[in-house]
């Protein structure tokens, strides 16, 4: 049974940081991609960030890039999102999914809805 639990959310004064995990069980990591994904209060959900297995590729969405940073430990199969400088447009529910494939050749890491699996998400709330 495949699992992703995400961690780390929380409150948050706007400027500051959080650090964001996501622990993957019941699936061959190195065989998957993962991506960041948020869904704000009464929005579709959009993408945030994409890194391949090795964690040498990494992609982000234009209004995250320069404060966020994705990355991944193989080794213990989970996944990071360290989130600085952060803004009230930030405030979402933030889920990490797994796609099967490597993201060095997809052209659709921002598609939601071709991901394979999905964990429960956590809340992240930005004060100003």
């Known amino acids: 049974q495949v699992q992703l639990v995400e961690s780390g959310g929380g409150l948050v004064q706007a400027g500051g940081s959080l650090r964001l995990s996501c622990a993957a069980s019941?699936?061959?990591?190195?065989?998957?991609?993962m991506g960041w994904f948020r869904q704000p209060p009464g929005k579709e959900r959009e993408f945030v960030a994409a890194v391949s297995w090795s964690g040498g590729i990494t992609r982000y969405a234009d209004s995250v890039k320069g404060r966020f940073t994705v990355s991944r430990d193989s080794a213990k199969n989970t996944v990071s999102l360290q989130m600085n400088s952060l803004k009230p447009e930030d405030t979402a529910v933030y889920s990490c999914?797994?796609?099967?494939?490597?993201?060095?050749?997809?052209?659709?890491?921002?598609?939601?809805?071709?991901?394979?699996?999905w964990g429960q998400g956590t809340q992240v709330t930005v004060s100003s």
């Open positions: 019941g699936l061959s990591f190195s065989n998957y991609y």
């Open positions: 999914a797994a796609h099967l494939g490597n993201l060095g050749y997809s052209v659709t890491y921002y598609r939601a809805n071709e991901y394979n699996y």
